[in-house]
């Protein structure tokens, strides 16, 4: 199965990237998980925690607040202006 | 010794103390150049993130929004002024400030009234010594720059741009900053910030050569409520960039100057070495031909 390539962005650096089977992010309309293949979509950021799923099985997470996803052929952004790794 | 060899050795030794100080800041400037370039270099993942998006919704939905369209009729229009806390930096904030002044007065020429944000300790001392007014001001960490400035002003600019003119809003809103482009070089900057001028996607060519192709992007919850929660971010993220970019061209600009003024105290300090020297050379040739005159006169009185 192809893997995602996710990135986790902040005003001021990139905090985390790297490739990822699974993404869970919570947007305004509630939690959102993402798996390799899914459509394009861009979705506002409700502020929480944004749940990343290596392809080992090892799970990262992060905070992220005001921000947004963007999801393009298996590219998955995750872009706040404040993130951090939890 | 002489009058005037003291006040030479004087001299040397005032432009030798300058010179430490000016070379000490030469070597921090230089040193803070790096770091500042690497914050912007960090900060641009996130940028082109937002510009990509932005440009991504603004080319597959025709959504109008009030930060896109063009207003009717300008009647105030607004300048935000990026220069540094502190100077000693050259021409730096002298350059932006003219820049400023001389898009006020084109502004005016077509009839708008101007009011200005200011950012950096030099534009508001600049405006109080002219007794002007701006409508707000921020102080302090313009060499390093935060995101919370940054966010401060995009909020403060975003509200002015929103509220009517008649009410005190502005209707178009103008950066002037210095970009940095290499350590030599400088540059002022002059840009309109909103209303937005959306490129379509279509229109851009990749590095490569080739179009790039956005996809259809399914939005959640819908375009225009992304397109809202976007923009505001887009202004943030270019207001921070103008602070860093300007935050890395103070420090080439100090380093630049300071290695002049190094370079010049070294000019002046051979300079009055040669002098010094040559005063002490007369002063011994004349307190030879002093004693050679007086012995002379004791020989021919004999």
């Known amino acids: 199965m192809a893997a995602l390539n996710v990135s986790v962005v902040a005003a001021d650096q990139e905090v985390w990237a790297g490739e990822a089977s699974m993404v869970v992010a919570r947007t305004v309309e509630g939690e959102i998980g993402i798996l390799p293949g899914h459509e394009p979509m861009l979705a506002i950021l409700a502020g929480g925690e944004v749940r990343v799923t290596l392809p080992g099985g090892e799970k990262i997470t992060a905070t992220a607040e005001d921000g947004f996803l963007s999801v393009q052929s298996d590219a998955v952004q995750v872009v706040a202006s404040r993130a951090a790794l939890a | 010794m002489g009058a005037q060899l003291r006040v030479y ?114 534009s508001v001392g600049y405006f109080s010594f002219r007794r002007r007014d701006y409508e707000r001001s921020w102080i302090g960490g313009t060499d390093n720059p935060e995101f919370d400035t940054a966010k401060e002003v995009a909020d403060a600019v975003l509200e002015a741009f929103l509220r009517d003119s008649a009410d005190g809003g502005v209707d178009e809103i103008h950066i002037v900053y210095n970009r940095f482009v290499s350590r030599i070089t400088q540059v002022p900057v002059v840009t309109r910030l909103l209303p937005l001028e959306v490129v379509e996607a279509e229109e851009e060519a990749a590095p490569s050569g080739k179009v790039e192709v956005f996809p259809l992007y399914e939005f959640e919850p819908d375009a225009e409520t992304v397109l809202d929660g976007l923009l505001p971010v887009y202004i943030e993220s270019r207001i921070f960039n103008a602070m860093l970019q300007s935050a890395a061209a103070k420090h080439a600009a100090t380093q630049k100057a300071m290695k002049s003024a190094t370079d010049n105290a070294d000019k002046l300090i051979t300079d009055y070495t040669r002098l010094a020297n040559e005063a002490r050379q007369s002063e011994i040739t004349q307190q030879i031909a002093e004693i050679v005159g007086g012995a002379d006169a004791l020989s021919s009185s004999k």
């Open chain 2, 9 to 122: 050795r004087q001299k040397i030794k005032s432009a030798q103390t300058t010179k430490k100080i000016t070379r000490a800041m030469e070597l921090i400037s230089a040193s803070r150049i790096q770091k500042a370039q690497a914050r912007v270099a960090a900060s641009t993942p996130y940028s082109d993130a937002i510009t990509r998006a932005v440009s991504a919704v603004a080319s597959y939905s025709n959504v109008s929004h009030v930060l896109t369209t063009e207003p009717e009729r300008v009647d105030r229009a607004a300048i935000v002024i990026f220069t540094s806390d502190r100077g000693l930096a050259g021409a730096f904030n002298s350059q932006v400030l003219r820049e400023s002044e001389e898009l006020a007065e084109l502004l005016r020429s077509q009839g708008k009234e101007v009011v200005y944000f200011l950012i950096g300790r030099k």
